[in-house]
């Protein structure tokens, strides 16, 4: 599509991943939408809030439409999609030996019923693979 950039994963600061948290959570949200699920003690300013969000729209992570007078906001990818796509990229700029060492690490951290599921989609992966 012309004009779209390739979303930067790597969120910047507290704020963007409150926001992106928010916007995944309420599904589609204004600025004001977001700074209403804020602590009423530590709600930012409308401005802050709509520059975080305005910032996640040029990095491809959110998507602004006008709606009446308000932009609404939706995410570019859903919460799976976006630690996929993250881990992976961070994962492709390290070598073979960390990148193995960082995916047993993760694996390790899983529960049971996660490494089953683990298991299962490794599977399924392999056997589409010869199939393929």
Known sequence: MPGHRRPEFDVRGDLQAEVLETVWRLGRATVEAVRNE????????????????????????????????????????????YLARSIGDRLAGGSPGARKAALVSLVEGLGAEELNEVVRYANRIKRQRRAG
């Open 38 to 81: 804020q602590p009423a003690r530590r709600r930012s300013a409308y401005t802050t809030v709509q520059t975080v969000m305005n910032r996640l729209v040029e990095r491809g992570l959110l998507e602004r439409r006008r709606e009446g007078k308000a932009f609404v906001y939706s995410a570019q990818l859903d919460e799976s999609e």
